[in-house]
């Protein structure tokens, strides 16, 4: 059976009450995140204009977002062997607020990309120990909730840029992120404690989480993993297929609200609205996700979740009008919704922490690295015709998942 397949096969069963409260606690967490990263990057025209810097050089700059979280993602996998990794995303959670207010306090573009390493650093930090505890959870909930999780951080990106669009006309970019990092705190230490506290759950003996090899059989999985180097095989495919979706995720962020009020001449608070929309669409895939996993399996979600995002981005960039641009997003967000928590869930269940740093690194490095290459690319040729690239790297991602279901029959 491909393995891709294997998410929807495990029969559910009721969940404990502990486990239900660490599932609301977690999936705030994941709002946070979406909610801050949202904050920030509905901002981006606005400290551009404030630094100065060209296309290419807020290129190099948000580089600098892809450097600290790549760093920070292969060492907070060890943090999450060695301490577990709900208090290091309590730690993470506190570090990422703090962080997001610096951008607008500079006044050039290496002192933004400065300060971007920071927030790199912790934006990376908290996407791979939230993944990984959502991984023991979906574990020892013996269904395929991950996309749930996703869809908080979507939703709380939904809600960041809606607010970050109602502001951007009466507040400056330095008021509305120190908001932000307020807010941030508080969340942080209303929903830590239960966190901490219901974490045990997964863990009632105080051991640490068993991390699959080749010797340790997959929960769900029909048996063990046919040996290290197929293991690390297997990771890797779906890091690629997680550095693919997520491309797409970080060039809408950073550069769809740009495209809409430079290239189609929307107002501020409607381009504001680009990521909006993207992000409402990819909260309702991801709200669904778990009843798509179980009645489709995992290769016909990321196949056509990847065909639909090609389709729907070329619309996007394309688009004379604003209103089908929007419409492009929208149906982007649908079909990449699902893919990453996919790709990201098999490769924990398979590698555990680890696995997750490596698909995250990858994936969130795709996320991150894109907003730059996207900047060269519109230097070089256009805007429009650089979230193309958009497209082109959903059809791979789905063509991956094809061969996929091939390469990784049990």
């Known amino acids: 059976m ?7 096969t495990a029969a559910p069963r009721p969940t404990e009450p502990h486990l239900r409260r660490l599932r609301v606690a977690l999936t705030v967490f994941f709002a946070l995140d979406g909610f801050v990263f949202a904050g920030w990057v509905v901002r981006i025209p606005a400290i551009k204009e404030q630094t100065g810097a060209s ?47 610096l951008p607008p306090l500079t006044g050039s573009v290496p002192a ?36 749930s999780f996703h869809a908080a951080f979507s939703l709380g990106g939904m809600l960041g840029s809606g607010l970050g669009g109602l502001v951007a006309g009466h507040l400056s970019p330095t008021r509305h992120l120190l908001g932000i990092t307020v807010v941030g705190l508080a969340v942080t230490a209303a929903t830590a404690p239960s966190l901490l506290r219901y974490g045990t759950a997964l863990h009632p003996d105080g051991a640490a989480p068993v991390t699959p090899t080749a010797q340790t059989p997959v929960p769900g999985d029909g048996g063990g993993v046919r040996g290290d180097r197929r293991t690390r095989g297997l990771v890797l495919v779906f890091g690629l297929i997680a550095l693919c979706t997520a491309y797409g995720e970080g060039a809408i962020a950073d550069w769809g609200p740009l495209h809409l009020e430079e290239d189609l001449h929307a107002h501020p608070g409607v381009a504001a609205a680009a990521y909006s929309c993207f992000a409402l669409a990819m909260t309702i895939g991801r709200l669904s996700g778990t ?120």
């Not at 491909?2 to 929807?8: D, I, R, S």
């Open 55 to 101: 296309a290419g050089e807020l290129g190099l700059a948000l580089l600098a977002v892809s450097a600290g979280a790549v760093v920070t993602m292969t060492l907070t996998g060890r943090l999450c062997r060695r301490y577990g990794s709900i208090p290091t995303t309590v730690a993470c959670a506190v570090a990422l607020p703090l962080t997001v207010a």
């Open 291 to 410: 009843t798509l996993l179980e009645r489709l399996g995992g290769t016909r979600t990321v196949v056509g979740g990847g065909l639909t995002a090609c389709a729907g981005m070329l619309l996007g960039a394309l688009a004379p009008s604003t209103g089908l641009a929007l419409a492009g997003f929208a149906i982007t967000g649908l079909g990449l919704a699902n893919i990453f928590p996919v790709a990201v869930e098999r490769a924990g269940a398979l590698a555990g922490p680890g696995g997750v740093a490596a698909a995250s690194t990858l994936g969130y490095g795709g996320m991150l690295v894109g907003p730059p290459l996207i900047g060269f690319m519109a230097d070089w040729y256009s805007l429009p015709t650089a979230l193309t690239s958009v497209a082109l790297l959903a059809a791979v991602a789905a063509a991956i998942g094809f061969v996929t279901r091939r390469a990784t029959a049990g």
């Open 112 to 147: 933004l990309g400065f300060v971007l390493l920071f927030f790199g650093a912790a934006y990376g930090g908290i996407n791979v120990a939230m993944n990984s505890a959502a991984v023991d959870l979906v574990r020892a909930l013996r269904r395929p909730v991950m996309p």
């Open 2 to 8: 491909p393995l891709l397949n294997k998410l929807g």
